[in-house]
């Protein structure tokens, strides 16, 4: 693989279900991050990592969560999926926190 | 008053011709900014990173920086069909990992 992957590609899911969303990069970078894109809100920041093993609450973390065990990995969880978290879910990395982010190709997420 | 602030459009401009596009953002403190293009269905990717006051060209895309006015611009010359796309603005706020996004800007390249 090359660059950042996530799965699945799109997910249909009832309230109340968790759900993981996965995301994986090869490039070895440090920081990695998950935003939301909604319409006309454009991309959210709900959490991110500066390095394996710590992380951080974004604009928007209320109601996910994330771990990061090793550099490749940055996994997202939703505990008990809600209709408001129905949206597009982008992974993101970059080598430091002040520079470039690279994108997924995204998550489509609808929550009934 | 949103952090980072882009003219939703649709711009419209003929091929050949010049699209600009605009963004202001509200943290002084911002130091690094960034311009992504995302085609429709598609994730956002990387066009011009620039950080300091001043223009910054590659190739047909410039970039161009006013921190004193707190505002960020792109130009794109020789505008293309293939150039149709949203725009997003980024803004990294005190080079960490507070990155905000504008909302876009949508592009129409009329042939």
């Known amino acids: 693989i090359a660059g950042i992957t996530q799965a699945p590609t799109s997910q249909i899911l009832a309230a109340g279900r968790r759900m993981t969303l996965r995301c994986t990069q090869d490039m070895r970078h440090n920081a990695m991050y998950w935003y939301r894109q909604d319409l006309g809100l454009g991309l959210r920041l709900i959490h991110y990592?500066?390095?394996?093993?710590?992380?951080g609450k974004g604009e928007v973390p209320d109601g996910y969560s994330v771990s990061r065990a090793n550099t490749d990995d940055f996994p997202l969880t939703l505990a008990s999926a809600v209709p408001s978290q129905t949206s597009v879910y982008f992974c993101a990395s970059s080598d430091s926190a002040e520079n470039e982010q690279f994108f997924g190709p995204g998550t489509r997420l609808t929550v009934l | 008053q949103k952090e980072v602030e882009q003219n939703s459009g649709p711009l419209s401009v003929p091929e050949g011709a010049i699209a600009s596009l605009n963004c202001t953002y509200s943290d002084r403190g911002s130091q690094s900014f960034f311009w992504y293009r995302q085609y429709s269905g598609k994730s956002p990717e990387l066009i011009m990173s620039?950080?300091?006051?001043g223009d910054k060209e590659d190739g047909r895309f410039t970039a161009q920086l006013n921190k004193a006015s707190q505002y960020v611009s792109l130009l794109i010359r020789d505008s293309q069909p293939s150039d149709s796309a949203t725009y997003l603005c980024a803004v990294n706020r005190n080079n960490n990992n507070d990155m905000r996004f504008g909302a876009g800007t949508r592009l129409t390249v009329k042939p």
């Open positions: 990592s500066n390095t394996a093993g710590t992380t």
């Open positions: 620039i950080y300091s006051n």
